[in-house]
């Protein structure tokens, strides 16, 4: 990433550019909406719906469960920094509730919100290959725009299960560190989006590789997007998504105001697009005086733990 933004700056274009120029105005996103039950779960789309978006990825917790991915009956202590000493908080995790109450938020948000927001949700590679077949089949009727990471990405074979029993479209690759780790599934048609994180992949330039493959393939790209990677990661998903043909989606957050003055230039974001200037390099900056005010701490993910104790799958 620092390569491009250097040599962007160095020639006075914005990365985009370099990458080829724009083919398209602006990049689709969608925002994470979750809740501890169904109407937190609304409440959030409706939120979001109003400020522009017209997708949404819904998550919302499992009855019985003290946290499911996305979202925790605990959401202030989530995320703590905690001592070195310490550990993670334990969060529980069955897939038979979890299969139970996924069908009926989607159906309960289809019918509260209509058809034309567009609804993903992410499994976070938490269920086995015919779990996950059951679950997309299930959410066939109300035509989600994609069902995230339905299992490990370890066994492509497992792939070809899934898909044999469903026309749900299937995304996956935020754990994928190379273009090789999630050729096959793009090469056999197992996959609709592939969810690569720039900062794990190696950069621009390999994104832009793994795009070009997955084109071929009527495979779209919807880049990682969280809030856990900087505003100048973000800055780089924009880039790519501008200026390749087989963009589908892009994760978005909205950065808090200190981070945005620590590392100015994250893209904007109005009625449903995200954007970025015409700055040079990757439009982005950091304050490095102001970023050592807020020295490192650390902070733990939860721990996924089975009911019955034995350890499962973040």
């Not at 059951?134 to 725009?145: Q, V």
């Not at 950065?255 to 620590?262: C, I, K, T």
């Not at 230039?265 to 040079?280: C, S």
Request: hydrophobic share 40%; glycine share 8%.
């Amino acid at each position: 990433l620092a390569l491009w933004d250097i040599k962007g700056k160095r020639a006075g274009m914005p990365v985009y550019s370099l990458l080829g120029g724009r083919t398209r105005d602006g990049a689709l996103a969608y925002t994470h909406c979750s809740g501890r039950d169904f109407a937190e779960v609304e409440d959030s789309a409706r939120a979001a719906m109003a400020r522009g978006f017209k997708a949404i990825r819904v998550q919302v917790l499992v009855p019985g469960m003290s946290g499911t991915y996305g979202v925790s009956n605990q959401p202030a202590e989530r995320y703590s920094s905690f001592d070195m000493e310490a550990l993670p908080l334990v969060e529980r995790f069955e897939p038979s509730p979890y299969l139970r109450v996924i069908p009926k938020l989607v159906e309960h948000l289809r019918v509260a919100l209509g058809d034309e927001i567009e609804l993903l949700h992410d499994v976070h590679e938490r269920l086995t290959p015919i779990q996950a077949a059951r679950l997309a089949k299930e959410l066939e009727p109300y035509h989600l725009f994609f069902l995230e990471d339905p299992i490990r990405p370890e066994n492509k074979e497992s792939f070809r299960l899934i898909r044999q029993h469903t026309t749900t479209p299937i995304a996956m690759g935020e754990l994928f560190h190379t273009r090789w780790d999630g050729l096959p599934l793009i090469t056999e048609h197992l996959i609709d989006f592939i969810r690569c994180d720039l900062g794990h992949i190696g950069g621009i330039t390999e994104a832009r590789k793994i795009a070009a493959i997955a084109e071929s393939f009527y495979v779209q790209t919807a880049w990682h997007g969280p809030g856990d990677i900087a505003p100048m990661t973000h800055a780089a998903n924009v880039h790519v998504d501008l200026s390749i043909a087989n963009f589908g989606i892009q994760e978005m957050v909205f950065f808090p105001e200190v981070a945005q003055e620590v590392m100015p230039g994250a893209p904007t974001f109005a009625d449903g697009y995200l954007n970025v200037t015409d700055a040079p390099g990757l439009g982005t900056d950091v304050n490095e005086a102001l970023a050592a005010k807020y020295p490192y701490k650390r902070a733990y993910l939860p721990v996924v733990r089975r009911v019955d104790g034995s350890v499962g799958d973040w």
